[in-house]
C-alpha cells in the first residue's frame, strides 16, 4: 500500500450559532466528518486528517442567500494522509466475495475486482468451485484455494477514481509473477 | 455494327428527332424519310440538329469491320420488307384501315423487330456485343450532350406517332415464361410469314405480375396474346406516355445478400435468429443461409401424430448446435430428423422440419427466399452469435486463422466515434497511437494525439481508427442486444472487450465500436412490458389448490423474458405476459426473529441457519413472511436473494412508516423504552409499555404511569393537518392521543402538544403530566403562562430518545411491554390499551425516522420534541419528522450544551431549561409554541378564514363580525353564516399579502408579509413601516373593508 501525506485546504461553511470558544473544535470535527473517507478523483481516497491549522483561521461571512445569514466560509488547510491506487500498482488484499464471475478483494479502502479472465489462466489452473463448501477458486491439483478471506496479492489493471467513493472501483489481475494468494 | 443503333437507340434518337420534328417538319418530309431506311431515320434527323454527320460517321465508321454483315442484313431487310408489305396489304382486309403514314411508321418498326429478329438469330460474337454495347454508350452520351432543358420529356414518345405500351395482367410469377413465348410465338409466326404486329415485348421485375407490350394497336396486341395461357387480356391497360418509360426502369435493387454476409429469419420458428449467408441465387431470388438449429428434442412418442405434430409446431426449442452424428437412429427419428440422400451430392444428409440439412458443424443451411430474410448492413451479429458461427468455421476447415480474417472482414462494422471518445490508431505509421477524437468531419477524424512529441492534431480516417477502452474504464453499451449496460472493461483483447456489468455483475464481452465511456450506471435494458429491474411481481395468484401466491423479484431482463428470483429462491424464467406487477410491497411489513417489524428499505442479517447466514442485505420487497434483499456485494441473481422473515434481524432502526398520521408525528410517538425504563422505574428495563399495532392507525401505547386519563376529553386540535378540528380523545399514549373527530368521525393520531382542552382552552394540556416523575404538572402549567414559553414543550420527551442500546429486540420482552398487570401504568387497565397487539410489538420503534443517523449520540437528542417544536426552519408541524435535521451529527456540539439528561429530571428541574438558549442562534428559545387560541374566540374582523367543519366545511370566507365565541364568515359569494370560532382556521397567508396579527402586544396591527423564512414571518407593519419578525400562525390574512 502506498500512501501519501498531502497538505490539502478545505472551504467550510460554518453556522453562526458555532461561533464561540468551541470553534476550532466544531471545525476540526466538521473536517473530519467531511473529509476522511471521501475520495477526490485527483489525490485518491482520504484517509485520515491531521494537523488541522486552527489557529490562523479567518472566516469570511457569506453572503446572505442560501443559508441563514451570518455563516462563514472558512478555508481550512490540513494535512492528509491519501491513498490513490495506480495503475500497475501491487497491493495486497483480502478476499471479500468470490463467484463464478470472479473475485472482489478489497485492498484498504478500495475495492478491486479480479476477473475470471485475469484470474485463472493455464498456468495457474483455477477453476470456480460452486459446489465446494464454501464455494471457491480452486486449481485442479488443489493447491491453491482462493475464497472469502483469502490473502491476495494483485496487480492493479486499471482504476476509476471519482469524488464519490461509492464509485471508485479497481481492477486488478493475479496473472503475473509473484501475485497471488499469500500466507 | 448495326446492331449499335438498337431499339431502345433508335427509338431515342427517334424521340429526339420527334421533339424537334414538331416543329419544323413537316409529314411528306417524314413519310419520305420513312421509306428509307434508318439512313433515312439519320439524315432526316441532321435536318434538325445537323448531327447526321456525326452520327452517321459514327455508324460509318464503327460498322467498318462488319461491312460484309451490313451488306447481308440490308439485302435481308430489304426483302423481308417487301413480303412484309404485301402481307399486310392482305391482313390489312380485316383490320382498320390505316394510312399511308402509319404504315409507313409501322413498316419501319417491323423492319426494326426484324432487325431483332437478326440478331437473335445471327451469330453473336462478343465483338458484336461490346460494339453493341460500346454503340449504346456513345448515344447515350451524345444524349447526354443535349442542352434539351427536359431531356425526360425528350425521350418520351410521341403519342401521335409511336407504338403505345399496353400493361397487362398475368399470373404471379409467369412474366418471364410469357415474355419469351411471346417472343418464340413472333418468331415462329414471323418465319410463316404472318408476323403479329406488336413492336416489344418485356417485363419489369417490379410489376410482379405484368408484362408490357408494345404495339400501334390494341388488337395488335390482343392478336399476339391470344392462346397464350396465364393472360388476363382483359385487364388490359393502355400505359400513359408520361409513364412508359417508368415501365422500362430498372430500380437498381441490390440483393444486399452476400456470401459471408448476415441476416435474420423473418418468420416460423427461426424468426429473429441470426444466419450466415452461403450462396446467393439472384436469378431465383434465394438465399442459402446457416443458421443455428433449433432442434425439438421433446419426445412426442406419448401422443397420437396429429397431436405430436400440433405439439411440435407449437413449441419453439432454444438454439443450439445440433450435430445429428452424435446421436442414435432412434432418437434422431423421434425428434423428426430424417437421413437421406442428398440428390445434387449423393450424400447422406439429415434433414429436420424439412428442408433443414445439417451441416458437418452442428448448423443447419437451408434455401430462403430473400423475402423471407431481413438483409442489410445493420444487421450484424452479436458477438455471442459470430462467436458460435466463428467456432464452426474453425471446426470445418481446420483454419482458424482464415475464420478470424473472415470474421473481421464481415464485421467490418460501422464505428461511429463521438468527440471526445479515446481512439487508437489502427494502420499506417501512427499505429497503435492514442488519441481524443476532436471534431469530426464526415469520414475525417481529427484528434488531439496523447503522446509526447506530437502537439499538433492529426487527421485521420474513420476506417483507421478504432475505440480505445483499458482495463478499468467505466463503459455503456450503446449497440446490439446489450445496448444500454453499463460495466468496467475488466479485459481488452484487441476489439473484443470483456466487461462486468455493473448490476447483473456478469461478464459479457462486447466489441469496442459499440462501446462508450461513461458514468452512469444502468442495466441496460429497463423495461420489459411493465416491468423493472427488481420490480415485484406475482407469478401465480393464490388458488383453491394453492394457497400461497407465488412471486418474485425481476433479477434479468431479457428481450422477451424475466428471470425472476422467486419467494422459494429459485430463478425463474417468465414471460412478461405471463406475470403481473404487485404492487403491496411499499407498504407490507414484516417480523424479523425478533419481532421487530421490518419494511421496505430496512437493513437486516441473516442469522438463521444456512448459506446466507452472516449477509445483510437490504429490504427490497416484502412478500408475507418472506423478505427480498438486496445485496450489491453479491454477484448472483442480480444482488438479490430471499430470506424468510424470521430469518433476520433488523440492523439500526426500521424506516418504516405506517400510512397513518400517526406515521408523521415521526420521533414522538415512537417510544424507545430502555432508558425511560431505567430512570422511570428503576432497573426494571421491560416494565414499561410500549407497543404499535400493526394496521394502519394502529395505537402506540406506552405503559407509563401517568396523573390522569384523558380519554373521553373533549379537545380541540391546534395544529397540523387537523386544527381546528374538535373531537373526543379515544385513545393515548403519553406522546399523542388519538381522537375521534366531531366532524368526520375520524380517528386522528395528534401529538398531545397539539391539542387544547376544549372546556379549559387556556390549559393546554401538557403532555408530560403523565409521567410519573414530573414533580407537578401545575408547574409545567405556570410556565405555559407565559405565551413565548408555553409548556406544551414536551421536553421530557427527549426521554424518548431512540436508543439504540434498547433491548426492545430481546424476544421476552414484548411480553413486559404488554403485561397488563404491570404496577404503576395505570392507563394499562384503559379498555383502548391495545393490548391485543402483543404480535407486533416492534412497531413502537419502527415510526422513528432518523435514528440510524446518530445512534451513537442519544444525548444529542435531548430535549428532542421541544426543540422539534421550536426550531425555526425546519419547523413544519405536519412533518415534524424533518425536525430532527438540526440533530444530524455534523453538528452535535450544538446541542450538547442544552442535552437533556436524565438527572434534570430527577432533581425537578424545570425541563424548559434545556430548551433556553446557551446562544442565541440556538434554535429553541426565542419562539413562542405555536399560538394556542387562549381566547375563546382567537377570530378578529377582516381576517380571511377556512371553515373546517359543519356544514360550510372547507369554504373561505371573511370575518365580518366576531360574537363572543362566535364569528359571523361571509363566504365567498356573499353568503354568511356564523361559526364558532373553533370551527375556523386562518387562511395561512402568502407573501406580499396583507396581514393581521392575532395575538401578543402587536394583536390586532396591520402589516405586509414581506417574507416567509420557516416558521417566521417577516411583517412590515403597516403603522410605523417596522419590519417585525411574527410566527406565522399568529398571522392571519387580513382583508380591508372593500
Not at chain 1, 114 to 128: C, F, P, R, S, T
Not at chain 2, 817 to 836: I, Q, R
Request: proline fraction near 6%; charge should be negative; hydrophobic fraction near 30%.
Amino acid at each position: 500500500m502506498f500512501f501519501h501525506v498531502k497538505r490539502l485546504s478545505k472551504n467550510l461553511q460554518i453556522e453562526p450559532k458555532y461561533y464561540g470558544p468551541s470553534l476550532a473544535v466544531v471545525i476540526k470535527q466538521r473536517l473530519q466528518d467531511e473529509v476522511e473517507n471521501s475520495c477526490s478523483e485527483r489525490y485518491g481516497i482520504v484517509l485520515k486528517v491531521f494537523n488541522i491549522d486552527v489557529d490562523n483561521l479567518e472566516g469570511k461571512i457569506m453572503p446572505t442567500g442560501m443559508h441563514p445569514g451570518g455563516t462563514a466560509v472558512f478555508t481550512v488547510p490540513y494535512d492528509a494522509i491519501v491513498f490513490k491506487p495506480f495503475k500497475g500498482e501491487v497491493l495486497n488484499g483480502v478476499v471479500k466475495s468470490s463467484a463464478a464471475q470472479g473475485l472482489f478483494v478489497q485492498c484498504g479502502p478500495l475495492q478491486v475486482f479480479i476477473a475470471k479472465a485475469n484470474l485463472a489462466d493455464d498456468n495457474n489452473g483455477l477453476e470456480w468451485r460452486g459446489d465446494n463448501t464454501p464455494p471457491c477458486w480452486m486449481s485442479r491439483d488443489e493447491r491453491i484455494v482462493i475464497g472469502d478471506k483469502t490473502h491476495l496479492r494483485l496487480r492493479i489493471l486499471g482504476t476509476r477514481i471519482q469524488n464519490d467513493i461509492s464509485q471508485c472501483s479497481a481492477v486488478g489481475t493475479i496473472l503475473d509473477d509473484y501475485l497471488g494468494p499469500i500466507d | 455494327m448495326v446492331e449499335s443503333d438498337s431499339d431502345d437507340d433508335r427509338r431515342a434518337s427517334k424521340d429526339r428527332k420527334n421533339s424537334d420534328a414538331e416543329e419544323d417538319d413537316d409529314e411528306d418530309e417524314e413519310v419520305e424519310a420513312d421509306e428509307e431506311s434508318e439512313e433515312e431515320d439519320e439524315r432526316e434527323e441532321s435536318r434538325g440538329k445537323k448531327k447526321g454527320k456525326r452520327s452517321r460517321s459514327y455508324y460509318v465508321d464503327d460498322a467498318a469491320d462488319d461491312d460484309d454483315d451490313e451488306e447481308e442484313e440490308e439485302d435481308d431487310r430489304k426483302k423481308r420488307k417487301k413480303s412484309k408489305k404485301s402481307r399486310r396489304d392482305e391482313d390489312s382486309d380485316g383490320e382498320e384501315e390505316l394510312s399511308d403514314n402509319e404504315a409507313e411508321k409501322m413498316a419501319a418498326q417491323m423492319r426494326n423487330s426484324y432487325r431483332r429478329h437478326d440478331f437473335l438469330t445471327a451469330d453473336l460474337t462478343q465483338e458484336d456485343l461490346d460494339a453493341r454495347y460500346r454503340g449504346a454508350m456513345h448515344d447515350d452520351e451524345a444524349l447526354d450532350g443535349i442542352t434539351d432543358e427536359n431531356v425526360k420529356n425528350a425521350r418520351l414518345p410521341d403519342a401521335t406517332k409511336d407504338p403505345k405500351v399496353w400493361c397487362i395482367k398475368v399470373a404471379n410469377g409467369t412474366e418471364k415464361t410469357l415474355v419469351i413465348q411471346l417472343m418464340n410465338k413472333f418468331v415462329t409466326l414471323a418465319k410463316e410469314g404472318k408476323p403479329i404486329h406488336i413492336t416489344c415485348a418485356y417485363w419489369n421485375e417490379q410489376s410482379l405480375g405484368y408484362i408490357y407490350v408494345e404495339a400501334y394497336k390494341e388488337a395488335f396486341v390482343k392478336e399476339a396474346l391470344s392462346g397464350l395461357r396465364g393472360v388476363y387480356a382483359t385487364k388490359m391497360k393502355l400505359v400513359p406516355v408520361k409513364e412508359m418509360t417508368d415501365t422500362v426502369v430498372i430500380i437498381k435493387k441490390s440483393l444486399s445478400a452476400q456470401p459471408g454476409g448476415w441476416a435474420r429469419v423473418r418468420r416460423g420458428k427461426y424468426k429473429g435468429d441470426i444466419v450466415q449467408v452461403l450462396a446467393v441465387e439472384h436469378n431465383r431470388n434465394e438465399v442459402e443461409v446457416k443458421l443455428v438449429p433449433r432442434v425439438d428434442t421433446n419426445d412426442y412418442s406419448a401422443f397420437d401424430d396429429s397431436e405430436a405434430k400440433k405439439r411440435r409446431s407449437k413449441f419453439i426449442p432454444p438454439r443450439r448446435l445440433f450435430n445429428p452424428d452424435n446421436y442414435g437412429e432412434s432418437d434422431l427419428d423421434k425428434w423428426g430428423i430424417e437421413n437421406h440422400r442428398d440428390q445434387s451430392s449423393g450424400d447422406n444428409v439429415y434433414t429436420v422440419d424439412g428442408d433443414f440439412t445439417f451441416t458437418g458443424g452442428g448448423f443447419v443451411k437451408k434455401w430462403f427466399a430473400v423475402k423471407s430474410l431481413t438483409l442489410g448492413s445493420d444487421i450484424q451479429p452479436e458477438l455471442d452469435d459470430l462467436k458460435i458461427f466463428e467456432q464452426d468455421a474453425k471446426t470445418e476447415d481446420g483454419l482458424p486463422n482464415r475464420s478470424m480474417t473472415h470474421l473481421t472482414s464481415i464485421h467490418k462494422r460501422k464505428v461511429i466515434l463521438n468527440k471526445g471518445d479515446v481512439v487508437r490508431v489502427k494502420e499506417g505509421e501512427l499505429r497503435d497511437l492514442l488519441g481524443d477524437v476532436d471534431s469530426i468531419d464526415g469520414k475525417r477524424v481529427i484528434i488531439r494525439p496523447r503522446h509526447e512529441a506530437i502537439k499538433q492534431k492529426l487527421e485521420f480516417n474513420m476506417e483507421e481508427l478504432e475505440k480505445y477502452f483499458e482495463a478499468g474504464d467505466h463503459v455503456k453499451v450503446v449497440n446490439g442486444r446489450r445496448a444500454g449496460v453499463t460495466g468496467t472493461v475488466v479485459r481488452v483483447e484487441g476489439e473484443t472487450i470483456y466487461i462486468l456489468t455493473d448490476v447483473n455483475r456478469e461478464e459479457i464481452l462486447v466489441f469496442s465500436s459499440d462501446l462508450q465511456d461513461t458514468n452512469e450506471v444502468s442495466s441496460g435494458l429497463d423495461v420489459v412490458g411493465a416491468f423493472r429491474l427488481y420490480d415485484l411481481v406475482l407469478l401465480e395468484s393464490a388458488s383453491s389448490s394453492m394457497t400461497m401466491p407465488s412471486v418474485g423479484v425481476v433479477v434479468q431482463l431479457e428481450k422477451d423474458t424475466l428471470q425472476v428470483l422467486d419467494n422459494y429462491g429459485k430463478i425463474r424464467a417468465v414471460r412478461p405476459a405471463d406475470v403481473q406487477p404487485h404492487k403491496k410491497s411499499a407498504t407490507a411489513v414484516a417480523l424479523d426473529g425478533e419481532q421487530q417489524t421490518i419494511a421496505q428499505g430496512d437493513v437486516v442479517r441473516v442469522v438463521g441457519d444456512g448459506p446466507m447466514k452472516g449477509k445483510t442485505g437490504t429490504v427490497r420487497h416484502i412478500f408475507r413472511a418472506f423478505l427480498f434483499l438486496y445485496s450489491p456485494a453479491r454477484m448472483e441473481n442480480a444482488g438479490m436473494f430471499v430470506m424468510r422473515s424470521r430469518q433476520c434481524v433488523l440492523m439500526g432502526q426500521s424506516k418504516h412508516k405506517e400510512n397513518d398520521p400517526t406515521n408523521t408525528l415521526g420521533g414522538a410517538a415512537s417510544l424507545i423504552p430502555g432508558r425511560m425504563g431505567d430512570a422511570g422505574r428503576g432497573g426494571f428495563p421491560g416494565g414499561m409499555g410500549g407497543a404499535g399495532a400493526m394496521q394502519p392507525g394502529g395505537f402506540r401505547a406506552a405503559g407509563r404511569g401517568r396523573g390522569a386519563s384523558w380519554e373521553g376529553k373533549r379537545v380541540r386540535i391546534i395544529r397540523g393537518f387537523d386544527k381546528g378540528k374538535v373531537g373526543t380523545v379515544k385513545e393515548e399514549t403519553d406522546a399523542i392521543c388519538r381522537v375521534e373527530l366531531d366532524a368526520t368521525h375520524k380517528k386522528v393520531a395528534v401529538k398531545k402538544t397539539d391539542v387544547v382542552d376544549l372546556v379549559d382552552e387556556k390549559r393546554v394540556i401538557p403532555s408530560h403530566m403523565a409521567i410519573p416523575q414530573t414533580p407537578s404538572s401545575d408547574h409545567f402549567q405556570a410556565g405555559s403562562q407565559t405565551p413565548a414559553w408555553t409548556p406544551s414543550t414536551p421536553a421530557h420527551d427527549g426521554s424518548q430518545t431512540p436508543n439504540p442500546y434498547a433491548e426492545p429486540g430481546t424476544p421476552s420482552t414484548p411480553r413486559n411491554f404488554f403485561d397488563p398487570n404491570t404496577p404503576g401504568t395505570p392507563m394499562h387497565d384503559s379498555t383502548s390499551w391495545d393490548a391485543g397487539t402483543p404480535a407486533t410489538p416492534g412497531a413502537y420503534a419502527s415510526p422513528y425516522e432518523h435514528p440510524a443517523a446518530t445512534p451513537a449520540t442519544p444525548t444529542a437528542y435531548g430535549g428532542y420534541s421541544s426543540n422539534y417544536v421550536q426550531t425555526p426552519g425546519a419547523l413544519n408541524p405536519t412533518t415534524p419528522g424533518e425536525g430532527a435535521s438540526p440533530f444530524t451529527p455534523s453538528t452535535p456540539g450544538g446541542y450538547a450544551s442544552y442535552g437533556y439528561g436524565q438527572g434534570n429530571w430527577q432533581t425537578g428541574q424545570t425541563p424548559f431549561d434545556q430548551g433556553t438558549p446557551q446562544t442565541p442562534a440556538t434554535p429553541g428559545g426565542d419562539f413562542p409554541v405555536r399560538a394556542a387560541p387562549q381566547v375563546s374566540n382567537w377570530c378578529l374582523k377582516r381576517i380571511e378564514v377556512r371553515i373546517v367543519s359543519g356544514e360550510f366545511i372547507d369554504r373561505t370566507g371573511v370575518v365580518v363580525e366576531v360574537k363572543g365565541p362566535d364569528c359571523k364568515v361571509e363566504m365567498q359569494g356573499g353568503q354568511s353564516t356564523m361559526v364558532p370560532a373553533e370551527d375556523l382556521e386562518a387562511v395561512v397567508p402568502q407573501k406580499n399579502s396583507s396581514v393581521i396579527i392575532l395575538q401578543g402586544e402587536l394583536k390586532g396591527s396591520t402589516g405586509k408579509l414581506i417574507g416567509i423564512d420557516g416558521r417566521d414571518g417577516i411583517v412590515k407593519m403597516d403603522l410605523n413601516s417596522d419590519i417585525k419578525i411574527i410566527d406565522m400562525p399568529l398571522l392571519a390574512v387580513h382583508v380591508p373593508e372593500a
